[in-house]
Each structure stands twice: as C-alpha cells, then as structure tokens.
C-alpha cells in the first residue's frame, strides 16, 4: 500500500519536473515578483526603484533566483527547478511529520498523497510564488524539532532548527505565525522534560526566527517604513477604496471558503472535518474509539451544514457535494464507509494524544492568520499546510487500519485506491496549466493543445499554459520592437520581460502617457458577487482595480498625447502605441 501511495507521489513530482523544465513561468505573482530576480541578475544588489516592502520580505525565493541567473544566464527552467525543489522538501518533511507517530511510514505516505490531492500544491509546486516554500521551510523546521535527534546529536539538530527557522523566515514573513505555533507545541510533552526541549528545540526555533524578524526590520529601516507595517506589506498609505475592497473581498470570503471547509481543496473537506473533531476530541481525553465514533457522523454532518450555511459568492457552490464537481462528490461517499470503520483500528494503533495535540496547536496560530488577515485565497494558509496534512493523514490512518481490522486486506485496499484516485484525478490541476479568464484550469486541455514540438518553444508553452498571458506578452512584445520607448501599465507581469523597460502604474489622464512608447491595459474581475460590488460603490472599486488605467475605452479618446490601439483581446487586455 505504501509503494502504491508512494508510486502516485513519484509521478506528481516526475511530471511537475518535466513541466517545469520546458514551461516558461506563467503565474500571475510568480511573474510580478520575478521582476526583483530579473533586475538582481543584469545589476546586482537588491535595492531598485519599486522594489519595496512586498519584495523585500521574500529574499529566499527571489534573490537566489536572481543569483542564479546572474551565474547562469536568465533561462526560465532554472528559476523554475529552484522553486521545484521546495516542492520536493515539503513532500518529503510532511511525509516524516506524519511518519512520527503511530502509522508510520503509511500514515507518511497518505499524508503525501493528501499533498497531491489538494489542488494548491499540486498547481503551485513550481510555480514560482512563496507559498510552497514557505510551506516546506516550516514542515522542515517542524519535522527537526518533533522528531528525535537520532544520528545528528542535540548540537546539530539545534543548528539545522536555527538555519530552516530563519529560512522559513526569509521564505515569507507568514512562516512567523506558524513558528510561534511550534514554539507552543513543545510545551506538550512529558513535565520533566519540558526545559530541556525549550532549551534544545525552542531556542534555536526562536534564534533563526529572530535572524529572519532581523533582515524585515534592517529592510523596514532601510526603506523608511514601520516594521508593522514592512510585515504586512503595506508600503504607504492604502486608500479607503482598496481598504474597503479588501474589507469586501475578506468578508465574502469568511462566508465561502472558511465556512465552506474547502481549505484543502473540495475532495479533502470531509476528511478534514473528520480529523478536527476526532483531534478535538482525542485531545480531551477521550479513547480513539469513542472519538471516532462522534467523529464520523458529526464530520458528515458538518460537511452538509457548514456548506450549505456558507455564501458562495462570486466562486459558485462550495462543499464537497455540489453536483458540478462529481469527483469531489464520489470521492467523499466513499470515505463515508472508511471514516465509521475507523472506530474498529484498534486503541494501540490510534494516534496518541500527545502527536495530535502538537499538530493541532502549531497548526493553529497560521490558519487563525489566515482567517483574520486574508482568506480569499487558500494558499495563503500554506504555513498551516503540514500540522494540517497529517492530522488529516493521521485520521485516514485510522480509516484504513480500522477497514482492515473489521473487513479484512482486501477492503483495506479500497481505501487507498480512493485516495489514490482523487490524487491522479487532482493532477488536470498540474502546474495551473490551460489557465483561462474565468478562472478554470485543465492540464489535459493545455497538453493537448501544445503537442510534441510545443515542448521545445518556450512561446508555444505558455500560450498552452495561459492563453491569455501568451498573447499579452506576444501583442506587447511586438509593439516594443516598433518603439524603443518604455512601457507603462497597470499589469505588473511585464516587469518579468522587459524589467528595464516596463514601469507599472496607474495612469489616469491622457497626460500621464507622455515620456511613454507603450500602453498596455488590462482587465480582470474584482472577484467580488455583484451585491459586494454594488455596496463598494464606483468610486471605492475604481481605486482598487486601477481606475481609467483599466479602463480600453477612455485611452482610445486620447489626443494629446494620441492613444492608437494596435492589438486587443476584448475583455482582458489592450495595447495601445502613443504618438508623441
């Protein structure tokens, strides 16, 4: 059952590799924030113009990129490995985090699985953003301060907490919440041993988080910005109309994505239900048995109502039995059988209360980030990501030992074909491929598309990887080549191309354009349901989608400086040469 897991794993990380290798980048921050590597790689250093608060926290990711490219030469399959290999550290960590307890090596194996089935990781791997990194930085730091110290002795184990702590740090300064939820999980445990685990595991944890708090405020000083304000990114002022669109946009969110449980994504929601009650109660005191018996039904329960009570808003139904997504729906009646068989694992082989109070407590401080800071994405929960895989992990552990025990092997078998089932069907979501403006993806789609020979030309594959994207960058592209001029637009994408040339604002009178060459405007939905987007009022959603910047229509009545369209795909994007 493990090679069978573990094999579904394997082809995850085999297939992201190729991708990776041959697939220019084409997520939307994973482009905004390369610009920093871009213009690290032909200058040097890591102070630019524009370069502020919300680049400068992520110094992991993008400086070594942009170190590599200044050794190698700018080829966007090396940035692409460099962030593929966090992939494989976050598999690898939450795989041992789970392995720790009772399970073993296959309650680590499904927590990998879980890791594919989740379509965050599995379309964020390589991507090129900070939330796997930051994600496999804090499952390392954990696996090094919960496991034993085996072979490495207290002294090494200390400093490899330090150096992945700071790491983790540097990675994105969300990796704070979830170091404090580690700090505060080594309290569990025998009394007697409790200062030498604070003194061997808590103060190198807290040293490397210090060395990475040390780089924001030396950064926060540097760049004239409060500290408080450096960690949330905030660089000036935000006015009342982005502060109201996010207030809008966090509000609608509580009430789909939070209340909705899909923070793993829709095939996992019953078991994550599952797994925190059965924690919750484990942790009480309560014996496994009894805890998985108020486990299932209340999960299966709780899978209905939290859905059903949550607003779905502008991403459409939530929960696992909405009837559009059929795999979700199938996939989760058939762990309904497993869960209530789990109460028959028996009571040695359960979990012990000790590992799933640790996981549920550094799990904890990050998805509380998360819910009060910015719950329109589910990714941003990544710090939380490897508490949260094994808890689930653990909980189909006793599912599967459980199935075993009343119905035999071959029942036992059942289970891991569901899961590996949700995982290979969770892999049309590789990578974000066939990305398209209404926010579907489909790999299957875009690998269709791009053919044998598509493989080999870096403009063929991000036109299959995102349509839209590759026929921006080709439209602009060839509107620079008429003129040597720069580039203004809204859309901080083209910073990755042209870093020298593109500058991204805000303009909103035709005079704006003037000591430019280029206009490129772009449109995308708020995100917001349309009751939302009436109450943010028009003034209020113009501040926070850009305004006339966003806006074909107005730059096409420019005379002075003349605004002449030269390529558009209506609805998403436009591209204007300017006439001096």
């Known amino acids: 059952m493990r090679r069978a897991l573990g094999a579904v794993v394997a082809l995850f990380l085999a297939a992201l590799a190729w991708v990776a290798v041959w697939v220019p980048f084409h997520a939307?921050?994973?482009?905004?924030?390369?610009?920093?590597?871009?213009?690290?790689?032909?200058?040097?250093?890591?102070?630019?113009?524009?370069?502020?608060?919300?680049y400068l926290q992520r110094p992991l990711l993008y400086v070594v990129q942009g170190w590599l490219w200044d050794v190698f030469g700018f080829h966007e399959w090396i940035g692409r490995l460099w962030a593929y290999a966090f992939v494989a550290v976050l598999v690898f960590a939450v795989w041992r985090v789970a392995a720790l307890d009772r399970g073993g090596a296959t309650a680590g194996a499904i927590a990998a699985v879980l890791l594919v089935a989740s379509p965050d990781v599995v379309a964020l791997g390589a991507a090129g953003l900070t939330d796997v990194p930051v994600a496999a930085m804090v499952a390392l730091t954990g696996l090094l301060v919960l496991a034993p110290d085996g072979r490495r002795g207290p002294w090494l184990t200390g400093?490899?907490?330090?150096?992945?702590a700071a790491l983790a740090g540097l990675a994105k300064v969300s990796a704070f919440f979830a170091l404090l939820g580690l700090g505060l999980a080594l309290l569990v445990g025998p009394r007697g041993e409790l200062v030498g685990r604070l003194v061997r595991r808590?103060?190198?944890?807290?040293?490397?988080?210090?060395?990475?708090?040390?780089?924001?405020?030396?950064?926060?000083?540097?760049?004239?910005?409060?500290?408080?304000?450096f960690l949330r990114g905030v660089e000036g002022r935000?006015?009342?109309?982005?502060?109201?669109?996010?207030?809008?946009l966090n509000a609608q969110s509580r009430g789909s994505f939070i209340a909705g449980m899909e923070w793993l994504g829709p095939y996992l929601t019953l078991p994550l239900l599952f797994a925190l009650v059965y924690a919750a109660v484990r942790i009480a005191g309560r014996p496994h048995r009894l805890a998985a018996t108020i486990a299932a039904p209340a999960g299966l329960l709780l899978s209905f109502v939290l859905p059903?009570?949550?607003?779905?808003?502008?991403?459409?139904?939530?929960?696992?039995w909405d009837l559009e997504r059929p795999v979700a729906v199938v996939g989760t009646l058939a762990l309904v059988v497993p869960l209530w068989l789990s109460r028959d694992c028996p009571e040695d082989e359960a979990p012990t209360r000790a590992h799933l109070a640790r996981l549920a407590i550094w799990a904890l401080p990050p998805t509380l980030a998360w819910i009060a800071s910015a719950p329109f994405q589910t990714?941003?929960?990544?710090?939380?990501?490897?508490?949260?895989?094994?808890?689930?992990?653990?909980?189909?552990?006793?599912?599967?030992?459980?199935?075993?025990?009343?119905?035999?092997?071959?029942?036992?078998?059942?289970?891991v074909a569901v899961l590996v089932a949700l995982a290979v069907v969770d892999l049309r979501n590789l990578d974000g491929l066939g990305s398209r403006p209404d926010g579907s993806i489909s790999a299957g789609r875009a690998l269709s598309e791009l053919k044998l020979t598509g493989w080999f030309d870096p403009d063929e594959a991000r036109a299959a990887a995102d349509p839209s994207l590759g026929a921006l960058v080709d439209a602009t592209g060839a509107a620079l080549a008429a003129d040597p001029g720069r580039v203004i637009s809204v859309d901080g994408r083209l910073g990755f191309y042209w870093p020298l040339r593109a500058v991204r604002g805000e303009p909103q009178a035709c005079a704006d354009l003037r000591g430019f060459g280029t206009l490129v405007v772009t449109q995308s939905a708020t995100g917001l349901d349309p009751e939302r987007e009436r109450a943010l009022g028009e003034e209020a959603l113009g501040e926070a989608t850009g305004g006339n910047a966003a806006d074909p229509d107005f730059w096409s009545r420019c005379r002075d400086p003349r605004a002449v369209k030269v390529a558009q795909r209506p609805g998403e994007f436009a591209v204007f040469r300017v006439e001096r």
Not at 28 to 46: F, K, N, Q, V
Not at 205 to 229: E, F, K, M, P
Not at 308 to 320: D, F, I, K, M, R
């Open 308 to 320: 059903a009570l949550a607003e779905s808003g502008a991403t459409g139904a939530v929960g696992p």
């Open 379 to 415: 990714r941003y929960l990544s710090p939380a990501w490897a508490p949260l895989y094994a808890l689930v992990a653990l909980a189909l552990w006793t599912a599967l030992r459980g199935t075993m025990a009343a119905r035999g092997p071959r029942w036992g078998w059942a289970v």
């Open 202 to 229: 808590g103060v190198p944890l807290a040293a490397g988080g210090l060395v990475a708090l040390g780089w924001n405020a030396i950064q926060a000083d540097r760049t004239g910005v409060a500290l408080a304000d």
């Open 159 to 164: 400093v490899l907490i330090a150096v992945a």
């Open 28 to 54: 939307t921050d994973a482009l905004i924030y390369g610009r920093w590597s871009r213009l690290i790689a032909l200058e040097g250093g890591i102070d630019f113009p524009g370069i502020g608060a919300g």
């Open 238 to 248: 935000l006015s009342a109309g982005v502060t109201s669109y996010y207030e809008q």
